[in-house]
Nanobody, 119 residues
Framework: QVQLVESGGDLVQPGGSLRLSCAAS????????MGWFRQAPGKEREFVAS????????NYAASVKGRFTISRDNAKNTVYLQMNSVKTDDTAIYYC????????????WGQGTQVTVAS
């Protein structure tokens, strides 16, 4: 069965950096688009970033563009989210998703990893 397991969430100071990982199993990882969403307290889940199977194409939310970088290692079945220059507004639970295309999320989600940005 499809499994997505996020890790790397932590408490980080504003301006700091963090790298999230999502380990995938149960499907042919290298053939799927992958991406990240996040959900802050009291808010709806929102798109963060996505990446094509071949690494060639990426898509970012305007709020994170230039600060976050999505990448993947198809040999390790893992997708990453490098978060730089984090802000308090980045505080949320971050979820990994197996996308249907660069712009369309799919039905499979991980359990989430908590990122808290505070001084």
């Amino acid at each position: 069965q499809v499994q997505l397991v996020e890790s790397g969430g932590d408490l980080v100071q504003p301006g700091g950096s963090l790298r999230l990982s999502c380990a995938a199993s149960g499907f042919i990882f290298s053939t799927y688009f992958m991406g990240w969403f996040r959900q802050a307290p009291g808010k709806e889940r929102e798109f963060v970033a996505s990446i094509s199977p071949s690494f060639r194409n990426t898509n970012y939310a305007a709020s994170v563009k230039g600060r976050f970088t999505i990448s993947r290692d198809n040999a390790k079945n893992t997708v990453y989210l490098q978060m730089n220059s984090v802000k308090t507004d980045d505080t949320a639970i971050y979820y990994c998703n197996r996308f249907r295309s660069l712009d369309v999320p799919g039905d499979y989600w991980g359990q989430g990893t908590q990122v808290t940005v505070a001084s």
